[in-house]
């Protein structure tokens, strides 16, 4: 892997290299992302915590990890993870419940350093967020500087650590925040996005989960070395439209602006259960509750949308997705009660009880980039085409 790793001091002088986005039409984007979020909250909160593995989440036997510190990672601890797993792989874990509230107010702290630095701010949630920081607006002098200003100020404020990522674009960012976790920093500069990207194992690319690795894996594809050897044709013959974003991914092509109104993609609920549920009855009762739940949100957002998806989890842990698209945007909370409906009657009787089930309204009705693409302002901009 080449040498792009960069724990550098607090006081980060200008780069002389720095390229000038005047000059050449790049962007400067940094990704910030808190350094496990919850349980650090919980840890600093608690000082008998610190230093010990901490997972923020339920401890019963339905109970779930929402974030684990990284003491208990070490122990292969990680989010989503059932918790009497969490607790067979980490006897000694220590569970915290979770404190949303005070999670939301730390988030509020770290968002007003960002603003304070620049206007260009996309929070992807409570703890992570990309800036655009293109336009210097302190004078600081260079897109790692600010990012080091930024961390400083963070651990100042909330006396936690955040890692940060500065590149071009905002996959590259992404990426190099996670590669000097925790309390960290990685700089990927113009001209070494595509060999840093082709370096990395195949997993690391945002949107390849398990399954996704392992249908790669069996088409030879293990690194972004490997899958920069596809064309795009091949690329779009085994993953459909996914290709063409792994196609620019493995080049390290990535032309979306950092957007201040991030658009909501779907809008939905869940319940896990105390007990596991079988009965039809009950199933179809859980399924009003929730239908209610998801369509007061809807309303509070003034969405239409055209697929409804109901989620199911087993007490096998299996998860189970169907979902109906319609022509049209669903409007009236008759319609979507009677979808969700009929996709619930098509799966009974069901092959085992569950202990979850979710409900969400996607393919909302507006003009949305669906994450992947390009950004339309740069299809024609020469010089974001050298990215």
Known sequence: MPNLDRSVSAETEQDENEVQPEATGLRKIIHIDMDAFFASVEQRDNPELRGKPVAVGGSSGRGVVAAASY???????????????????????????????????????????????????????????????????????????????????????????????????????????????????????????????????????????????????????????????????WLARNFGSFGDYLYRAARGIDLRPVRTNRIRKSIGGERTFSEDISAESDLRDTLERIIDIVWERIEAKKAKGRTITLKLKFNDFQIATRARSQPHPVGEKEEFARIARTILDDELPLPMPIRLMGLTLSNLDRDDNDGRGEDKRGRDNPQLSLL
């Open 71 to 233: 003491e208990a990672r070490k122990f292969g601890v990680r989010s989503a993870m059932p918790s009497v797993t969490a607790k067979r792989k980490c006897p000694d874990l220590i569970f915290c419940k979770s404190r949303f509230d005070v999670y939301r107010e730390v988030s509020e702290q770290i968002r007003a350093i960002f603003h304070h630095h620049t206007p260009h701010v996309e929070p992807l949630s409570l703890d992570e967020a990309y800036l655009d920081v293109t336009e210097d607006r302190h004078g600081i002098g260079s897109a790692t500087a600010i990012a080091q200003a930024i961390r400083r100020e963070i651990r100042e404020t909330t006396r936690l650590t955040a890692s940060a990522g500065v590149s071009y674009n905002k996959f590259l960012a992404k990426l190099a925040s996670d590669q000097n976790k925790p309390d960290g920093i990685c700089v990927i500069r113009p001209g070494m996005g595509a060999a840093f990207v082709q370096s990395l194992p195949i997993r690391r690319f945002h949107g390849v989960g398990p399954k996704g690795a392992e249908k790669m894996a069996r088409l030879g594809i293990e690194t972004g070395a490997d899958l920069a050897e596809k064309d795009r044709e």
